[in-house]
């Protein structure tokens, strides 16, 4: 699930991205202005797949997660 903090201390020029390494999913807070192709170059240079983004909220945010439990190992 989604850190509290990190919706808390969003600023309103600012978004969440969700990326997938391996079974783990990432948050990470990306400016509102970035482009997804941006975002993906960096998501894939950690390794890491990007899911979403441009995510402001929490029920969307929850949803989403919420559908890739099953492929996470979650149950389901």
């Known amino acids: 699930m989604i850190p509290n903090h990190l ?4 600023g309103s020029e600012e978004r969440i991205a969700i990326l997938a390494n391996g079974r783990e999913l ?3 807070v990306h400016r ?3 482009s997804r192709a941006r975002i993906r170059v960096d998501a894939e240079r ?3 797949e990007l ?3 441009h995510l402001l909220d929490l029920g969307a945010i929850r949803a989403f997660v919420a ?3 099953p492929d996470l190992g979650g149950e389901g």
């Open 46 to 48: 950690d390794g890491s």
């Open 26 to 28: 990432h948050f990470v």
């Open 7 to 10: 919706l808390d201390d969003l």
């Open 51 to 53: 899911l979403a983004t």
């Open 67 to 69: 559908s890739r439990e």
């Open 32 to 34: 509102a202005s970035d």
